[in-house]
């Protein structure tokens, strides 16, 4: 009995000393935060981990910081930043483990002037110029969203040519397709050519849609 007791105090011991040393790992969080409508650097922003300001952004707009991290823990990592004049931003991220290990990217556009902010969040260790790359990036992203904004204005349509492609558009998300002359299949019922569906429904009657997994050139759409 003795015996037992000392081979599971042993075994007590020996897990608590590998979660302790599981659960403390250094990760390294770092990257450029800049303006988001003319991305201008922007200095003396305040990069906050667990409620503690653990950096600050210099004359370059960057920012580099090691904090004790537990990447195998579920609740994600969470970064803010913050400075006055800007609201504040948060981002969060839930990624396998092992992606942590050589750094997280960031690239950080604070909103100004009624422009929206952004986040770039990237594993890896990356330069200050490729960290700047990205924002090509979110250029031509926030192009096309205009763009679709705009397709959507003062209508109900659902199909709409952009810069030379069409795309399929719910109020809430879009799927790019191949041809005006590809298929859809409406609540698994009805199928029609693509180029029919503005008369067929409404954009806000749609729920889902998502390319055929097996066939090309269909498309499937749920409407309510």
């Known amino acids: 009995m003795k015996k037992v007791l000392i081979g599971l105090y042993l075994l007590f011991i020996s897990s608590i000393l590998s979660a302790q040393n599981?659960?403390?790992?250094?990760?390294?969080?770092?990257?450029?935060?800049?303006e988001s409508d003319n991305y201008k650097i922007i200095e003396d922003v305040k990069v906050f981990y667990n409620n503690e300001v653990v950096c600050t952004t210099d004359s370059n707009g960057y920012f580099d910081?090691?904090?004790q991290f537990d990447a195998d823990a579920n609740e994600g990592l969470?970064?803010?930043?913050?400075?006055?004049g800007y609201p504040?931003?948060?981002?969060?991220?839930?990624?396998?483990?092992?992606?942590?290990?050589?750094?997280?990217?960031?690239?950080?556009g604070l909103e100004s002037r009624n422009n929206n902010s952004f986040t770039s969040v990237t594993p890896g260790d990356l330069s200050y110029d490729q960290t700047l790359d990205k924002l090509e990036d979110i250029k031509s992203k926030k192009y096309f969203n205009s763009k679709l904004d705009n397709s959507k204005k003062n209508n109900q349509n659902?199909?709409?040519?952009?810069?030379g492609n069409y795309y399929m558009l719910s109020n809430s998300n879009?799927?790019?397709?191949?041809?005006?002359?590809d298929s859809v299949r409406i609540n698994n019922k009805k199928t029609?050519?693509?180029?029919?569906?503005n008369t067929e429904i409404k954009r806000s009657q749609i729920n889902s849609m998502s390319p055929d997994e097996f066939k090309v050139g269909l498309y499937h759409i749920e409407i309510r």
């Not at 659902?158 to 810069?163: G, K, L, P, R, W």
């Not at 879009?174 to 002359?181: F, G, H, K, P, R």
């Not at 029609?192 to 569906?197: A, S």
């Open 65 to 67: 910081a090691k904090i």
């Open 78 to 84: 969470k970064i803010s930043f913050s400075k006055p």
């Open 174 to 181: 879009w799927v790019e397709i191949n041809s005006l002359d």
């Open 158 to 163: 659902s199909v709409f040519e952009i810069d």
């Open 192 to 197: 029609i050519p693509i180029k029919n569906l």
């Open 88 to 108: 504040n931003l948060s981002s969060f991220e839930r990624w396998n483990p092992g992606l942590y290990d050589k750094g997280v990217n960031y690239l950080i």
């Open 22 to 34: 599981k659960a403390i790992n250094n990760t390294r969080i770092y990257g450029i935060v800049i």
